[in-house]
């Protein structure tokens, strides 16, 4: 069974305490994989797509990488506006529909 | 470009009313998701749309839940009769085909509608 797992749930840091959000995947076959926001009361923004293993995408004080069994998304020095939910989802190959993580809810004190 | 918009943003009922929620894709999109977001099982996909024709149903629940897609501007996912178990935040999101550019399409989400049934 396709399955995407994330950790950890939760995640306090403190404001420019680096880290990393683990997305873990088993699945038949991967099209592609999603990073997405949320901000509370809010839909899921999207932040990066990734296609192959070894990719790597930026943005700001984020970065994702991609290897074959996972992908991180790494934040460095956070801000209080960092504070969201990340959200990780796969497409499978020669699937449109996405398959979503639980997510990481993460708190960034000032 | 004015996004996803999805109507109404709040929706509180009593059990056993008939609830109707409505989304308006990004214009040119053809792929139109609606999904259920809850604490405890997260975002579920419920059923996807492809140039106005339903694809994949298997998400949606039991028989109380339909979607419709008249046009291709258009979309609504449809509760009769509803149940407290229903309560939960339904987003629609909306896609390019797979085959506009050849890799992962990306779902750009509406700002969902949050339901509560009584």
């Known amino acids: ?110 | 470009d004015a996004g996803v918009i999805q109507s109404p943003r709040h929706e509180v009922t009593e059990m056993g009313q008939e609830v109707t929620l409505r989304c308006k894709p990004i214009s040119g999109h053809d792929y139109l998701f609606w999904y259920r977001q809850t604490m405890m099982r997260g975002l579920e996909l419920l059923i996807y749309f492809n140039n106005n024709v339903p694809i994949d149903d298997s998400g949606m629940p039991e028989d109380r839940f339909s979607a419709k897609m008249p046009n291709a501007s258009f979309s609504t996912l449809k509760i009769q009769p509803s149940e407290p178990r229903d309560s939960a935040v339904y987003f629609c999101a909306s896609s390019w085909g797979l085959s506009r550019t050849g890799g992962p399409e990306t779902q750009y989400f509406g700002p969902g509608t949050r339901l509560l049934v009584l």
């Open chain 1, 1 to 110: 069974e396709d399955q995407v797992t994330q950790s950890p749930e939760a995640l306090r840091l403190q404001e420019g305490e680096s880290s990393s959000l683990n997305c873990s995947y088993t699945v038949s076959g991967l099209r592609g994989l999603f990073w997405y926001r949320q901000d509370p009361g809010k839909g899921p923004e999207f932040l990066f797509t990734l296609y192959s293993a070894g990719e790597e995408k930026e943005k700001e004080r984020l970065k994702a990488t991609l290897t074959k069994k996972e992908s991180f998304l790494h934040i460095t020095a956070p801000k209080p506006e960092d504070s969201a939910t990340y959200l990780c989802a796969v497409q499978l190959t020669g699937f449109q529909k996405l398959v979503f993580g639980t997510g990481t809810r993460l708190l960034v004190s000032p």
